[in-house]
Every structure is written in C-alpha cells, then in structure tokens.
C-alpha cells in the first residue's frame, strides 16, 4: 500500500477499512485482537460511524489493522505558506520592554 493522504477522520475510516477488507478479518475478530469490548470496532468502521476513534483507541486500532500514521510536511504547502505569511518582525530590545510593559 502507497502513502495515502488523510484530510478528514472519514479518510481515515475509509482507509481503516479498506484495510479489514484487504486482511480479510471480522470486526468481531478486530475486537478479540484490540481487546475492546465486543461490537466496538463494527460501531467505529461502520458507515456512518456510530462511535469515534480517540487519540487513546486509535494507535490501538491501527496496530490491528497493520497501519501506522504518519505526518511529514508538504513541501508545495509550505512553499506557498511562505510566500503568503507576513514575517515575524524581529524587535529590539527597547521596542519588546515597551510592548511588553503595556
């Protein structure tokens, strides 16, 4: 599998399972291996979502799936970021005491 690109929590739902699809596993077999209570990976995986991933569940859920995230930066994005953002003003000494003083 190629790196995907994940803009959404749906992305990552479609993603998560796309991959139970491709390991040719049950829900009931995801909750057995991330040991959360029975019924709770089909409520996550199904669509749409009856219950949501957690910072906490999520890591858990995506060892299951044999998937791990990852974030790198995206060189065009930054590219353009810079040339649209203002530069941060280095000020002098007198200048940050009398914006620090107001």
Request: with cysteine; net charge positive; charged share 30%.
């Amino acid at each position: 599998m190629s790196p995907i690109r994940i803009r959404s929590y749906d992305d990552l739902l479609r993603v998560m399972r796309s991959a139970a699809v491709a390991l040719e596993t049950t829900r009931v077999e995801l909750d057995f291996q991330t040991q959360f209570a029975g019924g709770y990976s089909g409520k996550v995986l199904c669509d749409p979502p009856i219950r949501k991933l957690t910072w906490d569940t999520a890591p858990i859920f995506l060892d299951a799936l044999g998937l791990v995230l990852v974030v790198m930066p995206d060189n065009d994005a930054i590219r353009e970021l810079r040339r649209r953002y203002r530069r941060k003003r280095n000020f002098t000494e007198r200048e940050r005491a009398a914006l620090l003083s107001i």
